[in-house]
Nanobody
Framework: QVQFVESGGGLVQPGGSLRLSCVASGFTFSSYVMTWYRQAPGKERELVAGIASAGAITTYADSVKGRFTISRDNAKNTVYLQMNSLNSEDTAVYYC????????WGQGTLVTVSS
């Protein structure tokens, strides 16, 4: 069965950095575009970043462009999200998924940006 396990979140001060990881299983990871989503309190889940199956092409939401970097290691079935210059608007639970999106979600990892 498809499974996503996100980790790496935590409390960070404005301007700080975090690196999120997501280990995927139950499908052929290297064949799928992978994505990161986030859901802030009281808001809908939004797409943050995506990366092509071989990693050569990436895409970002305007709100994170230039600050976040998505990457992947197909040998480890893992997708990463390096987040720099964090601000309070980045506070959210972060999830990974694939394209096409699977109907299952992991538990997510909470990122809290606060002084």
């Amino acid at each position: 069965q498809v499974q996503f396990v996100e980790s790496g979140g935590g409390l960070v001060q404005p301007g700080g950095s975090l690196r999120l990881s997501c280990v995927a299983s139950g499908f052929t990871f290297s064949s799928y575009v992978m994505t990161w989503y986030r859901q802030a309190p009281g808001k809908e889940r939004e797409l943050v970043a995506g990366i092509a199956s071989a990693g050569a092409i990436t895409t970002y939401a305007d709100s994170v462009k230039g600050r976040f970097t998505i990457s992947r290691d197909n040998a480890k079935n893992t997708v990463y999200l390096q987040m720099n210059s964090l601000n309070s608007e980045d506070t959210a639970v972060y999830y990974c998924n694939a394209v096409p999106r699977f109907g299952v979600w992991g538990q997510g990892t909470l990122v809290t940006v606060s002084s």
